[in-house]
């Protein structure tokens, strides 16, 4: 726990010291100091492997020099050994799961945009650069992870943010090859899976410039690979008298709903429509897993840890009040702050239609779009 504490705690610290206050630097300090002890609970309590990841994490700790960029690759190492660690439902898994990863990253670096962009992804590079702060709904966390990247490449901060999105999109790519492979049991059926999502136009399209969709598709893979690890443990009898055998599936069980609902909850703070798969994930547990509709109790530790998730939001009032770049006025404010992260601005554009026909028509729009993605064999 120590050393992710610090983890967390040097790295809040050293992104505070960029305005030159001492006293925002000691916060970010002692707010790490929370972050990273909540962070190793809650993994712990699901089950993860960070205790070995937290071997790796001790290196930027332990580096004498200022350097926060050292903070991004230690952190790539960790989390990329929790996620082998955890992956092998066979001996084979992790190798699969890095094969597909490294794949995947070097078409997305290859075919990478290589400067400044406009639009919307010029936006995104600018926030991640400066700290500042995105349109509606802020997009907190991605601007924090870009911003890390932003560092490794100091004189081209545009190509930072945009191998940020190339990272991410591999990530998702893997996880949603290990996903198909432990609902199909079947490793042609996870590598066919990874590709067809690798390919997809508009996902090859994202993962080559600063965007915010690849963090969502990331997410939105996270949760299912989370559901799909949930859906191959045995379930405890509700209505024995529970053995040690049961205890122990309680237990695993809890831990693994609380891993899926803290991706859920980053992934709705991250951006708001995963609301809509997540409708679809919540019939997916009712129905895999009745049990849960009898016992309450096992709610408490995923509702905290969905809860977690929301903690970058955090970041929009401490910068708003710093005068960031693109900060709009009153995000200091309650009433401020959730018309930016609820993006009431464009609630008129949820739902643009309104009739049959309209929707017949949106259905059109759809089957362009996957059109688009791939060739109609595939």
């Given amino acids: 726990m120590l050393g992710v504490a610090l983890f967390v705690s040097r790295a809040l610290a050293e992104l505070a010291a960029l305005t030159h206050a001492a006293a925002w630097s000691i916060a970010g300090g002692v707010a790490g100091l929370v972050i990273g002890a909540a962070l190793v609970w809650v993994v712990n309590r699901t089950g993860g492997a960070l205790p ?4 790796i994490m001790w290196v930027y700790v332990l580096w004498p020099i200022y350097m926060p960029e050292m903070a991004l690759w ?25 094969g597909v990863f490294f794949a995947a990253l070097f078409v997305y670096l290859y075919t990478l945009s290589p400067g400044l962009l406009p639009a919307d992804a010029g936006e995104f590079q600018l926030v991640a650069a400066k700290l500042g702060v995105a349109h509606p709904p802020g997009y907190p966390l991605y601007t924090l992870l870009g911003w890390v990247f932003v560092q490794v490449v100091p004189n081209n901060p ?18 949603v090859g290990r996903a198909a ?28 410039q600063a965007s915010i969709r690849p963090l969502t598709a990331f997410f939105t893979a ?54 809509f798969p997540g409708v679809f994930f919540g019939l997916y547990l009712l129905l895999t897993d009745t049990s849960l509709l009898r016992q309450p109790r096992r709610w408490l530790l995923p509702l905290g840890a969905f809860a977690l998730g ?13 005068g960031a770049i693109l900060a709009p006025d009153g995000l200091t404010t309650w009433r401020g702050f959730c018309d930016h992260v609820l993006a009431r601005g464009f609630a008129g554009d949820l739902f643009s239609f309104r009739t049959p026909a309209e929707l017949a028509e949106r259905e059109l729009i759809w089957w362009n779009i996957l059109a688009l993605q791939w060739s109609l064999p595939v």
């Fill in 52 to 55: 070995f990841a937290a071997l």
């Fill in 74 to 98: 230690v952190g790539l190492a960790a989390f990329l050994t929790t996620l082998m660690l955890e992956s092998a439902e066979t001996s084979r898994g992790w190798r699969i799961d890095a």
């Fill in 158 to 175: 545009a190509l930072g943010a945009n191998a940020f999105s190339a990272v991410t999109a591999g990530l998702t790519v893997m996880l």
């Fill in 181 to 208: 492979r432990r609902l199909s049991g079947s490793v042609w059926g996870g590598i066919v899976a990874s590709l067809l999502l690798g390919i997809a136009a508009s996902f090859w399209s994202t993962a080559t």
């Fill in 222 to 275: 996270l949760c299912v690979e989370r559901l799909a690890g949930l859906a191959t443990l045995p379930h405890p009898r509700p209505l024995s008298v529970p053995e040690r055998g049961d205890r122990q599936k309680t237990l695993t069980s809890k831990r693994a709903l609380a891993g899926f609902a803290l991706a859920f909850g980053l992934g709705i703070a991250h951006h708001p429509s995963l609301m």
């Fill in 310 to 322: 929301f903690l970058p939001w955090l970041y929009l009032p401490i910068r708003g009040a710093m």
